[in-house]
């Protein structure tokens, strides 16, 4: 197949600002979780498929394969629709409240 890139579970990418390992970051309709630290404008390596804990609403409660929302203002996961948020994925494990983080599988691709 010669049009084939790459398999897509990470993409390049460069954000604006500095990104430390592990940090969450949505691309578009794409949320990314970084490989490495990267300086603001440095091409890194993104993951946008897989499971990963995720920084959640504390009061969320969401069973496993609900919708996951990102909200790019406030750096977390939620289980319900709201302005500004974007599905990213489902929830992997159930989410009590009062739990700080969540289990997420990411779609790798708008919802």
Known sequence: MRNYIQPGKFL???????VTPGQALLMGALLGI????????????????????????????????????????????????????VVVGVFAQAKAAGMPSAAVRLNGAAI
Do not use: C, M, Q, S
């Not at 390049?12 to 500095?18: I, K, V």
């Not at 499971?51 to 909200?71: C, H, N, R, S, T």
């Open 12 to 18: 390049t990418y460069a954000h604006n600002a500095a």
């Open 34 to 85: 970084a490989a490495n630290a990267y300086a603001a404008n440095e091409p890194g390596e993104y993951a946008v498929e897989g499971v990963f804990e995720l920084p959640a609403e504390p009061a969320a409660v969401a069973g496993i394969g609900d919708k996951a929302y990102w909200d790019p203002a406030k750096a977390r996961i939620f289980a319900e629709a709201a302005a500004g948020r």
